[in-house]
């Protein structure tokens, strides 16, 4: 007998477990500074529930998460400086300016919903008695009080519209943007609603406010919102670099897309139930429907490198 046939056999076996053990080192290898992955949320009910989504999936991964409320140039700038990590709510074209402003500070990851509606709109009784256009508005100036109720200040969508009246555009020069949060803009279209009054304010889908109202969307406003009624795409944003550093987590991003009804369902159950429902809705919404971590987790692990979906699955009782 001889050794010579043993040898190369021991050697390819301790190759193969090198290389096995590298394999599996390398999966596990994610930096300490990925455990912990920062987001940031305007504080719109949308955003919340993408955000809940992604918490509710990097935790059952095994990473720690935390959310800060920011408005959108502070977003943007935080990115920049590497202190977030992400941010699930670039809406386009409205946020162009600031893409075009940090387009060498930050990565666009991909489109994560598309089909969204961003433009003025009002009360269903207020279009049918005749303001279905941009250019109708200033025709019932009397009505509206020569308001338009927009949402937090310093957000592109405002100052579209301050440039519009700046430029006495539709001849709304003398009207006056009535700036504040989203859940402010939202009561004082409840209180007109409840009492049949004319209102004109920034609307949006996805977003309950679609069904629990019965409103309708103004044509006219191209130049400022871009056409059918503000058709906007939502991209998802990393820090410059962050895929490379964290590349776990950066595939999670790539592989969430989300839809229209995902969202209103998920808004929807959230509305009304206090702040942090967002996540909350989010798990119940994705434990009814486990379908989608097929593609949602589709080549993500834990932290630790272990497969991800059972994981995800395991946290969520499915």
Same mark, same amino acid.
């Given at each position: ?8 056999? /021991? ?13 599996? /080192? ?49 977003? +943007?700038? @935080? ?6 990590? $992400? +941010? ?24 994560? =919903? ?25 025709? +019932? $100036? ?7 109720? !927009? ?15 700046? @430029? ?44 629990? %109202? ?43 897309? +989300? ?9 929807? @159950?959230? @509305?009304?139930?206090? $702040?942090?429902?967002?996540?909350? $809705?989010?798990?119940? /919404? ?17 932290? %630790? !490198? ?9 946290? =969520?009782?499915?």
């Amino acid at each position: 007998m001889s050794i010579r046939l043993s040898k190369p056999s /021991w050697l390819g076996a301790l190759c193969a477990t090198t290389l096995f053990m590298s394999s599996h /080192w390398a999966a596990a290898a994610e930096p300490a500074q990925c455990k912990k992955v920062t987001l940031s949320d305007p504080g719109w009910t949308d955003i919340g529930a993408t955000n809940g989504v992604v918490t509710t999936l990097l935790e059952g991964l095994g990473y720690d998460t935390q959310i800060y409320l920011l408005g959108v140039p502070v977003g +943007f700038e @935080s990115l920049k400086n590497g202190e977030i990590d $992400a +941010f699930m709510g670039n809406w386009m074209p409205a946020q162009k300016g600031f893409i075009e402003k940090y387009q060498n500070d930050i990565d666009v990851v991909r489109t994560n =919903l598309e089909g969204v509606k961003f433009t003025l709109a009002v009360p269903s009784y207020v279009y049918e008695q005749g303001v279905k256009d941009f250019s109708d508005l200033n025709q +019932f $100036a009397d009505d509206f009080r020569e308001r338009i109720y !927009g949402i937090a200040p310093g957000s592109p969508a405002n100052d579209n519209l301050q440039k519009m009246i700046d @430029s006495n555009d539709f001849n709304l020069q003398d009207w006056q943007l009535v700036e504040s949060g989203e859940q402010g803009m939202l009561s004082e279209v409840d209180r007109a609603i409840r009492r049949n009054k004319f209102i004109v304010f920034l609307g949006w889908e996805p977003h309950p406010m679609n069904v629990n %109202h019965d409103i309708k969307y103004l044509s006219g406003g191209d130049k400022y919102f871009g056409p059918n009624y503000g058709g906007a795409t939502i991209h998802t944003l990393t820090r410059k670099g962050y895929a490379d550093e964290c590349g776990n987590v950066a595939k999670l991003l790539t592989n969430l897309k +989300f839809t229209l009804t995902m969202e209103n369902e998920v808004i929807d @159950s959230a @509305s009304g139930k206090g $702040a942090g429902q967002a996540k909350q $809705a989010a798990k119940e /919404w994705i434990q009814s429907h486990p379908q989608v971590l097929d593609s949602w987790l589709d080549g993500v692990t834990t932290y %630790h !490198g272990e497969p991800g979906e059972p994981a995800v699955k395991q946290s =969520l009782g499915i």
